[in-house]
């Protein structure tokens, strides 16, 4: 899906309602992962109902997920959209916070970076 979505997004704008309502249901991590990175790399093809919806979604994933990679997808995309989305960005510190005391150093590096980035 990563694959089509770089090269063809137009084609994956009609199952955005099911990304959101169907597949963010799967408890797997790859799937949680490969939406983190859909949305935003659909962003701007995301209704404002749907962008909501996707970033409940992401941070339900970064607060109640252990999988490196969940975390590390969920704190990009919930990064770069907090960068224009002030409630956004205060409910993040202290999830980046808390990350960056992670025993996982690709964890605890992101977060701390993007704490930086943030400050």
């Known amino acids: 899906m990563k694959r089509v979505c770089k090269e063809q997004p137009e084609l994956l704008i009609p199952y955005l309602d099911r990304f959101l309502n169907e597949i963010a249901d799967i408890d797997?991590?790859?799937?949680?992962?490969?939406?983190?990175?859909?949305?935003?790399?659909?962003?701007?093809?995301?209704?404002?109902?749907?962008k909501r919806k996707a970033k409940e979604i992401i941070k339900n994933n970064l607060a109640n997920h252990n999988d490196w990679i969940v975390l590390n997808t969920s704190m990009e995309t919930l990064f770069q959209w907090s960068k224009e989305d002030e409630d956004l960005r205060k409910w993040l510190l202290p999830h980046l916070e808390?990350?960056?005391k992670d025993n996982r150093k690709s964890v605890s590096k992101r977060a701390s970076k993007f704490l930086?980035?943030?400050?």
């Not at 930086?116 to 400050?119: A, F, G, S, V």
Request: a negative charge; hydrophobic letters at 45%; glycine letters at 0%.
């Open 98 to 100: 808390k990350l960056s």
């Open 28 to 50: 797997q991590a790859s799937t949680q992962w490969t939406l983190a990175q859909l949305f935003l790399l659909l962003e701007s093809d995301l209704s404002e109902s749907q």
């Open 116 to 119: 930086d980035l943030i400050n």
